[in-house]
DNA sequence: AAAGTTTCGGAAAACGTTATCAGCACCTGA
DNA sequence: TCAGGTGCTGATAACGTTTTCCGAAACTTT
């Protein structure tokens, strides 16, 4: 029992092939009748489009590269998860790749996808150098968007969160809040979320104390770092410890629970991009909220675009994030532990209008974009 | 600048479509010198074969889908990154869908995939119940396993964790350890893991305490519920807690932190799964782990058989996990906090004997099977 | 040397769509 | 009445492979 083609129905309703391509398709008019009788053989017969022939005849798959890093990269599920509504939604799958941080096999999962006939890329790169050559050949061929991380300038359109935003965020929180002594327990490197939240930091840290855009510590984007980071901020008797992500930021928690010092009241601690972890914590981890839907939508939006012939300027979206203020940095007069909902909801409203601030701010600012 | 076919190979080394198809493909012998000058003009016009072409020639796509309840789920991501690795391995893509828990959106997926003609499907069920429809009509018509979880008896082939042998491996390694007030804090339902968690305790735990088994506290599967359940199970004084999933666990050893209690000097705590944050807290939290690639590896391989036509029984396969010993239940003697590798790494070697013992259980039992 | 057997290569028919082209009927306005 | 639309529909040619069928050599075997 195979399955049923535009032959049985045609067939079946009577008319041509053309005909029922058309009333399925709806690509052109056809008589009313016609395409109720159409519409009822399909039906009874069961038809299922064949994608692989309508692939091969159209020239486009209906389907879209998902290339990543590392899916257990705490961050990623939830990205992945709205990336892959937003393209259902448009009616096109998901190929997913996972490359295991290695921009070798980046390369590889990128060449099988074209070779597959994806009508675009959606790629969160390896490397921040070594990622660039496939991506930028890939570019030339699909669209192709850039998620999360940069590769280079020029290379493909981008969207990501407005880091900068967001560490100002934590810092005008931390600074209406009475903190003063804060420390930064960054990551090293030139990667753009290493580096933006760094030079975010350094630049809004002043306000706070001239001398806290200089305490700062670098290491990696890990719970360990996080836990060995303390032990160097320890010295500078900070009062916040500003981390460059949740997992800085959980590891912090973790060695400051085991000194003994009082979190909050003693020092704060702020994490970023909110990953589950974050809310799991306890005490419960102020962090900054990447808007993981609305990134994945711009992302969808990117590639619905119509594949404009020559080179056109590449787009560089940035998406401003919320502040999501939990027990980790509730303010020191009540050293306000247990649940973090009543101080979690009470900022909600005041990051609302944060929110509205920077709602869309596409860098090539073109006028056709603007709705 | 469009892509080179076939028949460009063929004109450029001077042979028939044919000949090229059948060198490119291996799949009859040519004359070496020929093959050789094919072989070179693809090279040098850079041939990429094309997919869509391919599936509809072939009736095979070299697509898996991949159905799950939620990617956020932090123990999906590992497992979706050893199938995709082993599926890649066979030179098939994975097809991503994400249904939200909703087993409607399920059905849809798994529809949509069906129409893609993807060669099989890989399925962790959203419900024991609702999802068992459109599992069954999709297996019906393509080869496909159902992991992790299941959704009735006799629908698919079915890869997952064998939950007594490591509630077995908890409750022993408890023993060992001096504990013998336990406690479990476990889920409700009948889905597999919440049921076969639940029963191997209650089998097992007598060992301990003839008590043991009927101290059994019901929940879900939530930090919310781990912090909740300690409130209910502490008036038993327990000095073992045994939670039937790592994020209980996390709850539990939370709210056992919060009260002042000493883990592990006073209470042990254990988890199941090993989900990246049972490594990441502090204490480590002992654990059971899934054998993850070997689980993703047998599913591959289950895919892998030829689709036998009429119906063949069922299979069900289990493979016994490891045991990982962390800082949380550290024997009471001496409290040792601290770095958790130590005593992890020593508890390994122990661990080995026993997951030699389980390796592969294949419940049909087929001679030819066994390799 | 004739008859079989193997080996290699080409022509051409699928696979199930979509898109192009042309035909047919029917109108509309001179 | 006829030229020129304007729907609707059907044949048919792609799309780029794989696969079947055949023929032509080149070897074996008798």
């Not at 990551?187 to 753009?192: D, I, K, M, P, Q």
């Not at 991009?273 to 939006?301: C, F, K, W």
Request: glycine content about 8%; aromatic content about 2%.
């Amino acid at each position: 029992m195979t399955d049923a083609t535009l032959r049985d129905v045609a067939r079946a309703s009577g008319c041509s092939v053309a005909t029922v391509s058309r009333v399925l398709a709806g690509t052109r008019p056809v008589g009313a009748e016609t395409a109720e009788r159409v519409r009822a053989a399909a039906e009874q017969l069961d038809y299922r489009p064949n994608h692989a022939a309508r692939a091969l005849r159209s020239r486009a798959t209906g389907t879209v590269g998902l290339v990543l890093p590392q899916i257990t990269n705490p961050f990623y599920p939830t990205l992945v998860r709205e990336l892959t509504r937003a393209l259902h939604a448009d009616g096109r799958a998901v190929l997913l790749a996972d490359c295991d941080d290695d921009p070798a096999a980046e390369a590889e999962h990128i060449a099988d996808l074209l070779a597959r006939r994806v009508d675009a890329l959606l790629v969160i790169p390896a490397h921040e150098r070594r990622s660039r050559e496939a991506v930028a050949a890939a570019a030339a061929r699909v669209p192709l968007v850039l998620m999360d991380r940069g590769c280079g300038p020029g290379v493909a359109d981008s969207v990501a969160v407005d880091n900068a935003t967001g560490m100002d965020l934590v810092l005008d929180h931390l600074a209406a809040t009475g903190r003063r002594r804060v420390c930064f327990l960054g990551a090293a490197g030139t990667a753009s979320a290493a580096a933006e939240r760094r030079l975010a930091y350094e630049s809004g840290a002043g306000a706070l104390d001239p001398d806290a855009p200089g305490r700062v510590f670098l290491g990696d984007f890990s719970v360990e770092w996080g836990r060995a980071a303390v032990d160097e901020a320890w010295h500078e008797r900070p009062d916040a410890l500003v981390c460059a992500n949740d997992l800085i930021a959980v590891g912090a928690l973790q060695r400051l629970q085991q000194r003994g010092a009082d979190v909050p009241g003693q020092v704060a601690v702020t994490g970023f991009d909110d990953i589950p972890m974050a809310a799991l914590s306890a005490p419960g981890i102020t962090t900054v909220r990447q808007p993981v839907a609305e990134l994945a939508a711009e992302a969808a939006r990117l590639l619905r675009r119509p594949p404009e012939h020559g080179s056109r300027p590449h787009r560089t979206i940035r998406l401003a994030p919320d502040l999501v203020v939990r027990d980790s940095s509730a303010p020191q007069q009540q050293s306000g532990h247990g649940t973090s909902e009543v101080s979690e909801v009470a900022e909600v409203t005041e990051v609302g209008e944060v929110s509205e601030v920077g709602a869309v701010k596409d860098m090539t600012a073109r006028p056709e974009e603007a709705q």
